[in-house]
């Protein structure tokens, strides 16, 4: 049985950092598509970042402020966000695709992942 589990964020300034990290057991990171999504009451859940085939994906509202990686011997993900901005708050969530490969838009899509953590919330603000 697969499982995320989510550790990290909390409540930071504008221009902070935060970091994100989530454990996956009955699966492996480096065998697996992964993605870190974000949600805001009453909106869809948003695509922020992630991984397949060892190539990272990110949305254009965080790159070259959010970075993910792997850590292969303790099997996580995790999201380091820095330059933190208010419209950055939200519940954050890691999921990972059981399926098979897909075409690569697929995988900005929450509908393509099987598994998600149990969610984190991230609060920007001063």
């Known amino acids: 049985q697969v499982q995320l589990a989510q550790s990290g964020g909390g409540w930071v300034q504008p221009g902070g950092s935060l970091r994100l990290s989530c454990t996956v057991s009955?699966?492996?990171?480096?065998?697996?598509?992964m993605a870190w999504f974000r949600q805001v009451p009453g909106k869809e859940r948003e695509f922020v970042s992630g991984?397949?085939?060892?190539?990272?994906l990110s949305a254009s509202a965080v790159k070259g402020r959010f970075t993910l990686s792997r850590d292969k011997a303790k099997n996580t993900m995790d999201l380091q966000m820095n330059s933190l901005k208010p419209e950055d708050t939200a519940v954050y969530y890691c999921?990972?695709?059981?399926?098979?490969?897909?075409?690569?838009?697929?995988?900005?899509?929450?509908?393509?992942?099987?598994?998600w953590g149990q969610g984190t919330q991230v609060t920007v603000s001063s």
């Open positions: 999921a990972l695709r059981a399926g098979p490969r897909t075409i690569i838009t697929a995988y900005y899509n929450a509908d393509s992942y099987d598994y």
């Open positions: 009955g699966s492996t990171v480096s065998n697996s598509a």
């Open positions: 991984i397949r085939d060892g190539n990272t």
